[in-house]
Every structure is written in C-alpha cells, then in structure tokens.
C-alpha cells in the first residue's frame, strides 16, 4: 500500500521526506515524490520505480523549503508512471492519498463540468481539484480542505499542504492509518510510526473520520462531525534503528533467522516456563462459557488461523468457524450468543480483517486479535490484544509474524483448555515443554541451510509446485505454497493430502515437484500412500518429516530430515523449511525477495 509522510520543519525538509519513504518501503510501492513549500510556492519532484530514481532527480533539481509532503505510490488506479505519482499538485495545493475514493468518478464529472482540467487516471487528483475548487469560491485552506473531505466516499488516508501557507498541513483517515508525530517545534504525519521513528517517539494515531490541522506550534484534531476532540500521545514502540538488514542480504533471510528469538519472547509472554502453565490475558468472557470461536484473517495470517482451528477444537473442545476475511465479511454468518471473534493480523490494518472485526462486533461477539502493532486499527478496535512480539516485520512475505501467530494460537489453545478442564495439568506441562522447546530446534534447522540452496535450483526450473499436508501440516503446505508463488512467482497451490484423488494428480508428471510435509504421526501412513501414488507417475517428491526416508516407500527426490519433536509443536517447526524453500528459490529467480512485484505488506484497501 501506499505511504505518506508529511513534514512542517525547522530546516529543509527534502533529504528529511525521502528517508521517512524509505522506512515505508517495505508496504510496496511503483513509484515516489516529494512537494514542498518554498517562499510561499510549491514544488515538486516524481520518479518512476525506486526512491533511488526519485534522489537522483533531487540531486539534479534539489527541491528547498521546511514544509513539505512525501508519498510512495502502490497503483490503484493508473498506470505505475511518474504521470501519476504523487503528490499531486497545482499552483495551490498539494496533495498525497492513501487508499481509494470510490465517488471519485461522479466528483470528476463534477468538477470537469465546473471547467477543471484533469492530467493523470488517478482518483486522487479528484480531491486536489476538490480543495481547489472550495479556495476558488473564497474559502479559507482548512475550511476548503474540511469541505472537500465531506464529499470523499471510501477508504481514505490523505495529507495536504497549501501555496503561501508555509506554517499548515492537514490530514485525514478514513480507513488506511494515519498519523501525527509531535515533534520539537516541528510537527509530522506518517502512514505509521515507523516512518516517524527518525524524527518523534510521540506519536497520535488519528481514527476514522478524523481531519487533523497541524501547525509547528500545535494539532488540532476534528471528528466526522466537525467536533474537535483529542487523540493520546503515545510512546511508539518503532525504533530508528528497526530499518537495518544487519548481514542478511534480504529483510526476509534476517527475518526468517530471527524466529528463534521473537519466537521465545512471544512464548514467554505467555508461559510460566517454571511450572509448565499458560498465562492468558483476562478475555473478558468465561473460556467455560464461549460457545464458539470465529476467526477471519487474510493471506499467511489465515493460514496461522487455520492452524489455530485444528488446536483450538483438538485441546479446548470448542467449535471454531474460520474464512478468510473478504469472505467473511460478506458472507455475514450468523454468530452464537456468547461467541468469541478471533482476527489475526501482522500489520492490524487489513481492510478485509479490520471490516469483519466490526462486522463480528456488531453481532455481540467478544472480540480478540493477534497483531504484531498494538497500537494498529484491529487492535485498537479490538476487546482483547494477544500480541505477537515479533519486532517490525519489513519483508512483504510474513515468516517470523507467522511463526510468532502460531506461538500465540498454541498458548491460547493450551489456555482455553486448561480454563474448560479438557486438559489435564500433566497434558499442559507436556504441551508447553513443546513449545519451549522450538527455538532452540529452529537454531538448529537454520545451521544447515546449504541443503535448500542445492533444492532450490531444482524448484526454480518448475512451472508449478504441489505442497501437500493432512492435519496441522495442511496449513503448513498451503503456507508453504503461499511463500513459493508470492516471492519467485513460481505457481504452486497446496493441498490436503487426502485431496490428491480429487483432482490434483492430473497435475502430476516428472515435471511438477510435490512439497509433501508428513511428521510420523497417526497420518503419516496415510501420506505415503499418497507420495507413493504420486510417485508412480513420476511426481518428484521432496519430503520434510521426523521419519526415515524410507518409510516413504518410493523414491524421493530430496528428504528434509526434521528432529522428533512433540506432534503438537509440528507447525511450529516445519514452516521454517519451507520458508527457505521459497527464499531460496526466490534468490535464484532474481526477484525482489523483499518487496515482490505487485504485492504490498500491508492491503489497508479491498
Ligand atoms: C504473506 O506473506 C503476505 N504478505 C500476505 O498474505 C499477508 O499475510 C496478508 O496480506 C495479511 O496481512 P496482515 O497479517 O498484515 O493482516
């Protein structure tokens, strides 16, 4: 998605925009620009591609002034070109948006009507002429900004500064996160407080439906009814020196190689290491009485959910009801009395979560989510926080969000049934003794990461890659899939293991590699069968599992030889091989492993 930052500072801003963008980058972004106010006039510079592009032309064509605004680009409507980067600009105004205005259309027809002359396909030169148009009528800046806002229809965030105004800049958030940063004499906005960290540690997150009016000196926030309120000032938890790969060559590899350790903090802000139990935050609700669990996420964070299903009725005995988010929300299921909605999130700003969140609000269900930013929209709207302590994931593909999500799903089945008695005290010790032990199996598993390098040059000539799974590993092969198609644009779809007869062994010939993640348990036997179906027509099987590699019974292309662990902690576990299956694969492929093409990290829009 796209980001935006905004500066009203005591020296140039320029150099200041182009780093707070570079702390945005990882939401995936086409293109980047700049505009400031200069004795009184604005200017701007654009480029096409990477922020790179955009700081050659501020060498060529440096850009002065101490207020300023910066925007990266994620396409939405309009071609990636510098055409339509923003911010867009007239003599009068100059505006960055992030997100979709969905009358943009009718509000252009408006306005040609009225003689405006539109220069690019984006919706968001719509409110630039729209400001334009309120100071064409005598209308003071913030009162043509406040009018202009009134008629935007959709998901929204936007900041605008003013020719001649060198002292103001407005924001708005409908939608998409926005916020202000309270500096020393100077005043910011940013998508989020990552983009601030350089700058501020205090940070206001604005809400839906607010416009905020900064000057250097002070903030005034208005709500959608034009009341002024006031936002908190909080600590942020972003820190300057987050944007950093260390020696990873990728924030994905360092991510990956991270797990580890953020995988013990999460754990640890769960468990009682010294008695073997689970610590839960109070829910708000009786776990004894919950009469179902719903839970909806997007992408890897739904697949963690799915995950969470299998525990979560396995150990707590509880229903769960579980859909991705763009579907639940439109499905509008109808929720028992005395539901708990789960969402889960790494970013806390998915439209699609953040839209079935209220949806699953507004039918009485107590609502809970697992976020990675607790200071984000989910969990801001949330009842409940479960944080995942995963540290700022940069990386588009989730790896230690995902595995830390897991972390937290594990703690809060074990929890819920320890609550309801479905589990015995021995059973919990024995359940949190797994999860203790993960790290350390991860430590191991990254020591001996050369094998996917010499796998990955085989997966990288595919056209298509089968994962399968039956259990918890299901989720882990749709997972695994996910992380392959998302960052070496390799196609690859996963699949319940017992679906192979269904249809996807068409598929199957000595051209489609089949990712098969079996630990030996109650259905590994079952799994062989299908390797060794697969096997008989000529299917080249990599096979991730605790188990011989002959008890496959058939040929294997390669074996991923994992440690005997708890079947619980599986998942855990096994998403790191695959994890580096994609990696690696994808560094071979010479794609942008951190920032895919077409993908952002954070889909603050449907
Ligand atoms: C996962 O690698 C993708 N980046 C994507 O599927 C992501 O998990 C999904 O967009 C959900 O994002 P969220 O966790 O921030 O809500």
């Known amino acids: 998605m796209c980001g935006i930052v905004g500066i009203l500072g005591n020296t140039p801003v320029a150099e200041h925009l182009v780093d707070a963008l570079r702390r945005l980058e990882y939401r995936g972004y086409d293109s980047a620009g ?3 106010v200069e004795n009184g006039h604005l200017d701007r510079r654009r480029a096409e591609g990477k922020l790179k592009n955009l700081e050659q032309r501020l060498l060529s064509e440096p850009l002065k002034g101490r207020t300023g605004l910066g925007h990266t680009r994620w396409a939405t409507h309009g071609k990636p070109v510098e055409r339509n980067a923003h911010p867009h600009m007239n003599e009068r105004v100059a505006v960055v948006h992030n997100g979709i205005i969905e009358n943009f259309q009718e509000l252009r027809e408006e306005l040609t009507a009225k003689g405006h002359v539109f220069q690019t396909e984006t919706d968001t030169e719509t409110i630039l002429h729209l400001v334009s148009a309120y100071l064409e009528e005598g209308h003071e800046s913030v009162d043509a900004a406040k009018r202009a806002l009134q008629r935007l229809r959709g998901a929204f965030a936007l900041a605008i500064i003013f020719a001649g105004q060198d002292n103001l800049m407005v924001g708005a958030r409908e939608g ?6 309270h500096g020393d004499g100077e005043m910011y906005l940013g998508s989020d407080a990552i983009a601030l960290a350089p700058f501020t540690d205090t940070i206001t997150y604005l809400e839906d439906g607010d416009c905020a009016v900064l000057s250097r000196q002070s903030v005034q ?4 009814d034009g009341r002024l309120v006031t936002r908190p000032a909080i600590k ?5 020196m987050l944007v950093d790969k260390g020696n990873y060559r990728h924030f994905m590899a360092k991510e990956i190689h991270e797990q580890p350790e953020v995988i013990s903090h999460t754990l640890a802000n769960y468990l009682d290491l ?7 935050p109070d829910l708000g609700i009786d776990p004894s009485s919950i009469s179902q669990v719903s839970i909806s996420a997007c992408g890897t964070a739904y697949y963690a959910g799915l995950v969470g299903k299998y525990w979560i009725e396995r150990y707590a005995r509880i229903p769960v009801e579980i859909d991705v988010a763009s579907e639940f929300r439109y499905r509008e299921p109808p929720l028992p009395k005395g539901g708990l909605a789960l969402f889960v999130s790494q970013s806390g700003e998915t439209a699609d979560t953040l839209a079935t969140l209220r949806y ?5 269900q107590r609502i809970a989510s697992i976020v990675n930013v607790r200071t984000s929209t989910i969990a801001r709207e949330s009842h409940v926080i479960l944080p995942t302590l995963a540290g700022p994931e940069i990386g588009v593909a989730s790896t230690k969000a995902f595995t830390c999500q897991l972390s937290v799903f594990a703690c809060f089945a074990i929890g819920l049934a320890r609550a309801r008695g479905t589990i015995t005290r021995e059973e919990e010790r024995a359940l949190v003794k797994a999860l203790s032990e993960i790290p350390r199996h991860i430590s191991t598993l990254l020591r ?3 094998r996917y390098e010499d796998l990955a040059h085989r997966l990288s000539k595919a056209q298509d890659v089968l994962y399968l799974g039956r259990g918890t590993s299901y989720p882990i092969a749709l997972e695994g899939a996910l992380k392959l198609k998302e960052i070496s644009y390799i196609h690859a779809e996963g699949y319940a293991a017992g679906e192979l007869k269904h249809g996807p062994i068409a598929l199957i010939d000595e051209n489609v590699p089949v990712i098969v993640v079996a630990p030996q348990d109650q259905l590994f036997e079952k799994t062989a069968s299908n390797m060794q179906e697969v096997a008989a027509r000529g299917g080249r099987i990599v096979l991730v599992t605790d188990a011989p590699a002959s008890k496959a019974g058939c040929a294997l292309e390669a074996h991923i030889a994992m440690p005997e662990i708890h079947p619980f902690a599986v998942p855990l576990l096994y998403a790191v091989p695959v994890q580096l299956l994609a990696y690696h694969t994808a560094v071979l492929m010479g794609t942008d492993v951190d920032q895919p093409r077409n993908l952002a990290k954070s889909v603050t829009v449907e």
């Open 176 to 181: 998409p996160p926005l916020a202000v940063g």
């Open 360 to 364: 699953c609000k507004a039918q009485g």
């Open 221 to 224: 926030i208005f709500d959608r």
């Open 274 to 280: 010294s008695v073997g139990r689970v610590e839960l």
């Open 34 to 36: 700049i505009a400031t």
């Open 236 to 240: 942020s938890l972003a820190s300057s």
């Open 448 to 450: 001996d990461e050369d």
